[in-house]
């Protein structure tokens, strides 16, 4: 797909440009529902921005490929929504998010293109991407969920359980992350782990009616981070899943994607045990500066159990949409079965 002409020139008059100098393919997006590139810009204070342009086909249209084979009404649908939240999250909340993520400079909708306009973080110094990451770099990445999910904390009593503050008023979903169980009866129906799917629903009232909710990234993979070229600082894109909910699904998703999984299982729990350490450290030190009257160790006190509950919850998912996938594995296998355990879930072997 080519963004049209019109939709390029349009870019570079909203943000005071003079024309562009070339455009720079970054991806195909999902499915094939559009693009993302950058412009590089003549005249104006921006040398270049990020452009998404998002094309949504009918739910019948032959070019909604999935790439997985999952081409159904609701997958397109999910899709859809997906689209429309990170849509909402640019208009009212990235230019307003502490953690580091794309400004928005420009959102349009008409019948089904839509086109946001971002901030290019490689000007703004968060040019390097990684496939894998060294310790401090890592350690970077959770703090930085641990500042966004400090920011949007919903403290004890201010909401119903499972609610996160504003998600409805302002469209995102009210629960985030991609995996949600609400939104994937597809994959939970070809499920063929009995204990975990008959737990899948137990599993997702524990980390919905949990009394510490947030707004959760919701993709938080290694992929959707950016780092300075030292690699101690982040910010991180793609919003089409954010949402409310326990702030461990984000930690156990990005740990999912950087964790050596040849390892042994003792030295990966090792590893975890230090990398919430550090996560918890932060989280705590963030809540002073943004919800002092949220109880930082309270907080850790709920949340830290719930760690292999969240995977367990991200392996139902897994098993059922892909079930040979290399996020299925000695390891996460040994979390899920901690927590079935702990519902008193009798584990068949």
């Not at 009616?209 to 993709?219: A, E, I």
């Not at 290694?222 to 909910?245: I, K, W």
């Not at 461990?248 to 990398?275: G, P, Q």
Request: proline fraction near 3%; charged fraction near 15%; glycine fraction near 6%.
């Amino acid at each position: 797909m080519n963004i049209p002409t019109k939709i390029i020139e349009k870019v570079a008059l909203s943000v005071g440009a003079v024309g562009v100098a070339s455009v720079e393919h970054i991806q195909s997006l999902w499915s094939g529902y559009g693009e993302l590139v950058r412009l590089h810009l003549d005249g104006g204070v921006r040398p270049s921005v990020i452009v998404k342009y998002i094309l949504l086909p009918n739910a019948t249209s032959q070019t909604a490929n999935h790439p997985r084979g999952w081409n159904t009404s609701r997958s397109h649908q999910r899709k859809l929504d997906s689209y429309q939240v990170e849509v909402n999250w640019y208009r009212h909340y990235a230019n307003h998010c502490h953690a580091p993520v794309p400004k928005c400079l420009l959102v349009e909708q008409h019948d089904n293109e839509i086109l946001l306009v971002l901030e290019d973080l490689s000007v703004a110094g968060y040019s390097q991407v990684h496939k894998s990451i060294e310790q401090h770099s890592l350690l970077a990445c959770l703090h930085w969920l641990a500042q966004f999910h400090a920011q949007f904390m919903v403290g004890v009593g201010s909401i119903a359980p499972g609610q996160t503050a504003d998600c409805d008023s302002h469209g995102l979903w009210q629960t985030g992350t991609y995996w949600h169980l609400a939104t994937r009866p597809d994959e939970l129906a070809v499920l063929e782990d009995q204990t975990l799917k008959s737990a899948a629903e137990h599993l997702d009232t524990i980390l919905s009616q949990n009394k510490y909710q947030t707004l959760v990234h919701g993709d938080a993979k290694l992929a959707n981070f950016c780092f300075t070229p030292e690699g101690n600082a982040v910010a991180a894109v793609d919003f089409q899943y954010v949402g409310g909910g326990c702030g461990m699904k984000d930690v156990c998703l990005f740990l999912s994607s950087v964790l050596d999984f040849s390892e042994s299982v003792a030295n990966n729990e090792a590893k975890v045990e230090a990398c919430l350490d550090g996560y918890f450290s932060a989280l705590k030190q963030a809540l002073l500066e943004y919800h002092p009257q949220i109880d930082g160790n309270d907080v850790e006190q709920q949340w830290r159990p719930l760690y292999c509950v969240a995977w367990a919850d991200f392996q139902r998912f897994m098993k059922g949409w892909c079930p040979d996938h290399w996020k299925i594995n000695t390891y996460t296998e040994s979390l899920s079965q901690e927590a079935l355990q702990s519902l008193g879930v009798s584990i068949n072997k």
